[in-house]
């Protein structure tokens, strides 16, 4: 399995497009990379949770597309780091209650050896919440499951902004709640963000090639 350093400026449709390329060759590969500004809307998308029209998005060059991944809308901005891991489940005889927890046991550690951050989950709904405030959500995840491939993933917000967040009401919560790790003053230079995808990255892989030897 290999894996890309960070691609920048990348549409959401193109991804879209390339994971259903990687699903026909069942190709593993762990992609990062920042999207433009986009809302997209899964499987248990509520139109409710869309706060502007669409009329509105484009004047502002704001993306919307709707998506076969799990979960409501979300949004993606400049400055957030998103990971998508396409990983061939039937090969590697992985369940995918167990490729979930991978993927999220290795954001976990991964955030906090880079950051000295606590995050958690919450079995209510999706993401990783700050562990001393579990209101404020720093990782969005949806993932998607065809034939035992995985595609789409995690969003961290890193140096993001927010404003996009707050046209929606994402994954059905308060836009208010949404916290990048810029807004709680860490260190998001470049470095951080490579030393954090190096780190994920051998996390993860491990994870999976470790389980791939039982």
Same mark, same amino acid.
């Given at each position: 399995m290999k894996f890309t350093k960070k691609i920048y400026s990348v549409p959401y449709n193109r991804y879209v497009q390339l994971q259903f390329l990687l699903r026909k060759k069942r190709k593993e590969i762990v992609i990062f990379l920042e999207h433009t500004s986009t809302l997209? /809307? !899964?499987? =248990?998308? =509520?139109? #409710? =949770?869309?706060l502007v029209s669409e009329e509105y998005l484009l004047e502002r060059g704001v993306e919307f597309c709707k998506? #076969?991944? !799990? @979960?409501?809308?979300? /949004?993606h901005e400049v400055g957030q780091l998103v990971i998508y891991p396409h990983i061939d489940l039937k090969k590697r005889n992985i369940?995918? !209650?167990? *490729?979930l927890k991978f993927l999220t046991d290795s954001?976990?550690?991964s955030i906090e050896t880079i950051w000295n951050l606590?995050?958690?989950?919450d079995k209510t709904k999706p993401g990783l919440y700050l562990a001393s405030n579990p209101q404020k959500k720093l990782?969005?995840? !949806?993932? *998607?499951f065809k034939s035992y491939f995985t595609s789409y993933g995690v969003a961290l917000n890193l140096r993001n902004d927010l404003n996009v967040f707050r046209m929606i009401n994402p994954c059905g919560q308060d836009a208010a709640n949404m916290v990048s790790l810029q807004s709680l @003053?860490?260190?998001?230079?470049?470095?951080?963000? #490579? #030393?954090?995808?190096?780190m994920f990255s051998e996390i993860f892989i491990g994870k999976m090639n470790e389980f791939d030897k039982k």
């Open positions: 997209t /809307a !899964g499987s =248990n998308y =509520n139109i #409710e =949770n869309l998506v #076969e991944r !799990g @979960g409501d809308v979300t /949004a369940t995918i !209650g167990d *490729y954001l976990v550690e606590s995050v958690i989950t990782v969005s995840m !949806g993932v *998607y @003053g860490l260190d998001v230079s470049r470095q951080k963000e #490579e #030393e954090f995808i190096q």
